[in-house]
């Protein structure tokens, strides 16, 4: 591949006329059709007078506007700022804020006001209401984002050639109120797509199977902005959901994939779940990768012998685009069990370490970022004098020039593949009047590597459902706490700072009397101890719940809950729910029928 550029990348696109774009679970979207739609954005910046270096906040469901917005902006000069589309209104407002937006495009306008006298709202149009949230994918596409107000422009994009200028801004760290922006150029942009064109072999010809969440940097990098790179498919299958796990891994095989990307989560699900081994049976599947976190060996062995497919480990962060080390069978590539070798930029161990092979994990290259958005504190904490970047992992380096990532120096707490920021959860808890103390901290979980758990000191006595229902209203799903436990006293240290490993240890124990066992009446039947359970995994009170209840009835009710819901019946019932009943469960009624069949 020739030296990217935004003149290029719209060359690409507008090349492929015809060709599929994108697919969507209810529609195909050409590259004809993307240029439309980017003609389209012209004129809707235009008329709200958006300039190059302008930002824009994009908070939608609708997949085919999130992603010709994005590109619509990045070719013509304009700042896109992705957000999910259940990003609270309190954050979008303070990110909107805080990048001094031109435009903040919305399925729904913020409530009460949030933007008023900050940045101009733009609701988008939809012909349905948005779809369910899920963990790593977004809703149902809809038509019409623009409706008639503005035609396709004439003129074409701008197609800036500084490498230096913005490409985007996302936010994924930092409280809601002071929320930390990471600052991708064009040039580390486009650094970062060669590198993955090249090693993976991305053509025409590609169709990328990846149904990431856009807002984050594997979702829309790995996804939407390779495919147009290269002009080939991305293809995306309404999220993921352990219900419809068969539906979704039947489209890898019906969409005839090359590639197919996701989160270490997601390949422990397949593998513990799924009915079939033949997914990746099509000649063209070629590479299985996993993305955002170390991918368990084990698990990493699973795959390859179950699937007969060579499986990848590639490990980034935000800052680095997507991908920094790569390892797999590829000679650039690091070896098995490690995240790899750097590829076409420098890794190291922290020169000042006591131990040269083992120590704080730098990076250096043209797709590392420069800095995080109007935070020069945090810019010049993350880099060192000669440039460098810290990524705050503890590494080990090898022999054959691999690294193997030991744990993390920083506070942030890595679940299903994102990083989550403690004190932006404790921040959210103490908005709640009763809360007057609360210290988050990251316990060690086998489906999550981590998830994060909170404790709160009250001024009065609330119970776990409303607090939990205090946090949803604040945070986005996956930075909601696992549990929010109400305790006495945190443990603090002579800085005043919560001491992680005491309160770690007290919340581990916390957690082993709450989850031992549901609160039921002796004797109590198959129903009301499916119900107790669920109201303690989902943590609302029992007057939500009925055997009708099901996925979109509750908050917080994804294919991760509900396979915690199962595990704790099984507990609590000594039963094992076969992997071939968990797929078909939609409601709590469909869990007491099968544990109720189990129990004979």
């Known amino acids: 591949m020739t030296k990217l550029s935004l003149q290029g990348l719209w060359q690409t696109v507008g090349a492929r006329g015809g060709a599929e774009f994108m697919v969507l679970p209810d529609r195909r979207v050409s590259y004809g059709d993307l240029v439309r739609s980017i003609r389209q954005w012209l004129t809707c910046f235009d008329a709200h007078g958006v300039q190059p270096g302008d930002r824009i906040v994009i908070r939608t469901a609708d997949e085919e506007t999130m992603v010709a ?261 590829q000679p650039e590539m690091g070896v098995f069990g490690t995240v790899g070798r750097p590829v076409d930029c420098e890794a190291r161990i922290d020169p000042d370490a006591s131990d040269q092979r083992q120590g704080e994990l730098h990076l250096r290259g043209a797709n590392v970022f420069a800095g995080y958005w109007r935070n020069p504190d945090r810019t010049a904490a993350t880099f060192v004098t000669d440039g460098w970047m810290k990524t705050g992992d503890l590494a080990r380096f090898r022999d054959d020039g691999s690294y193997e990532i030991l744990g993390r120096l920083k506070t942030v707490i890595m679940t299903g593949g994102f990083l989550i920021r403690p004190d932006e959860i404790d921040e959210a808890m103490l908005r709640h009047p009763a809360v007057q103390e609360s210290a988050t901290v990251g316990i060690a979980d086998e489906l999550f590597d981590e998830v994060p758990v909170t404790a709160v000191v009250c001024r009065e006595p609330i119970d776990e459902a409303t607090l939990t229902a205090h946090a949803r209203s604040l945070l986005e799903p996956h930075k909601v706490p696992k549990r929010i436990i109400t305790v006495d006293a945190i443990p603090y240290g002579d800085s005043g700072k919560a001491q992680i490993g005491p309160l770690r240890e007290q919340m581990l124990a916390a957690m082993a009397l709450l989850d031992g066992d549901p609160t039921v009446g002796d004797g109590a039947n198959v129903v009301d101890l499916v119900m107790a359970v669920a109201c303690d995994v989902f943590r609302v009170k029992p007057d939500r719940l009925s055997t009708r209840t099901g996925a979109g009835d509750v908050p917080g009710w994804d294919s991760f809950s509900q396979l915690t819901l199962l595990m704790a019946v099984e507990e609590a019932l000594d039963i094992r729910v076969p992997a071939s009943r968990v797929a078909a469960i939609r409601t709590l009624g469909d869990v007491v029928r099968i544990a109720k069949e189990l129990k004979r």
């Not at 733009?122 to 012909?127: A, C, F, Y």
């Not at 650094?191 to 856009?214: C, E, K, P, V, W």
């Not at 068969?246 to 090359?258: D, F, I, K, Q």
């Not at 996701?262 to 079939?276: C, G, K, N, Q, Y």
């Open 69 to 329: 917005a994005f590109v619509g902006a990045l070719l013509d000069g304009v700042v896109p700022v992705p957000l999910t589309a259940d990003t609270p209104d309190a954050r979008a407002a303070a990110v909107s804020a805080n990048v001094e937006a031109a435009l903040f495009l919305s399925d729904i306008a913020p409530a009460d006001d949030a933007l008023a006298g900050t940045t101009r709202v733009l609701s988008l149009s939809t012909r349905s209401a948005p779809a369910k949230n899920s963990w790593f994918g977004r809703g149902r596409p809809r038509d019409g984002a623009l409706g008639d107000d503005y035609p396709p422009a004439i003129r074409e994009p701008r197609l800036l050639s500084d490498e230096h200028d913005l490409a985007y801004v996302l936010f994924t760290s930092g409280t809601t109120l002071s929320p930390s922006g990471v600052m991708i150029s064009r040039g580390n942009l486009f650094a970062n797509l060669a590198t993955l064109s090249r090693l993976f072999g991305y053509d025409q010809r590609s169709r990328i199977f990846n149904d990431m969440i856009l807002a984050h940097a594997d979702g829309i990098v790995q996804g939407p902005l390779l495919a147009a790179a290269n002009g080939c498919t991305v293809v995306r299958a309404g999220g993921f959901q352990l219900s419809r796990l068969e539906e979704w891994l039947g489209t890898v095989r019906r969409e005839r994939a090359t590639h197919v990307i996701t989160v270490p989560t997601v390949w422990s699900l397949i593998d513990r779940f799924a009915e079939h081994d033949d997914y990746f049976d099509a000649p063209e599947c070629g590479a299985l990768l996993s993305v955002a976190a170390k991918l368990p060996d084990a698990l990493w062995r699973r795959l390859e012998s179950r699937f007969s497919r060579p499986v990848f480990n590639q490990y980034g962060l935000t800052e680095t685009v997507a991908s920094a080390l790569y390892a797999g069978p």
